[in-house]
């Protein structure tokens, strides 16, 4: 599997027990019209998101010139999967989705705090050249270490706890690669200031990491608010951004 297809898989099995309902209020999956629209825009047809999604990938749209393809079919993918219908198969267009997805959280986060950006989340492009599929690779690697620290952020991860998300990926298509990377990240010490680095400067993927760290945890103790309050602030995000983030989500 690359990166991009595990963070697929950890997206559909659900790192913590909210992952997947956080994924459905940004999706709008209880819409019930979701993946026709999604369709009609794949399709060229002319199909018309509403919500959130509809909002940010029109704008993205027009900020990179034009409709990104890959963006929606990943997030029909996704949608698929959330509700029911995805497959180990669909590995590759999982991952799309969860990039775009994230980017979308971002990306509307930022205009919604008036954060104004022409800069398109690379999750809602389609990558011209190996260069840019590369730097995409390399962001999703830190969007993955940013959903293992968060889960790491109430004290160490267990090693039931481990078990149970390795067996959860296994079951979306995760080979034995796969699973000692994540293996590996998730007995690391946590590492806050890696990502603060990373992302400093960087609005749009400092919106990015923050969204992604949501989507690994419940939000349910003082450490882990204590470590999204510490990640954002040493991120430069501001207040605004992150209670945006907060709300698409549902917390």
Sequence with gaps: MSLTDLLGAMMQSGMAPSSRKRAKNVLGAESGDLMESLSGLVGGKGGDLGGILGEVLNSAGRAAGGMQNRAVGGLGALAGALLGGGTRSMGGALGGGAMALIGAIAFKALQGAGQKTDNVPLGLLQPRNQAEQQKLEQQTELVLKAMI???????????????????????????????????????????????????????????????????????????????????????????????????MVGL
């Design 149 to 247: 620290n968060a889960a790491k952020s109430d004290g160490r991860i267990s090693e039931d706890e481990i078990q149970r998300i390795v067996g959860k990926l296994k079951e979306a298509g995760a080979q034995d690669d796969d699973m000692r990377y994540v293996m590996s990240e998730m007995q690391k010490p946590i590492d806050t200031y890696s990502l603060m680095a990373a992302a400093k400067g960087q609005p749009e993927l400092a919106a990015e990491l923050y969204a992604a760290s949501l989507m690994a945890i419940e939000v349910d103790t003082t450490a882990e608010k204590a470590y999204l309050q510490e990640l954002a602030g040493g991120m430069g995000l501001s207040p605004e951004v992150t209670r945006q983030i907060d709300q």
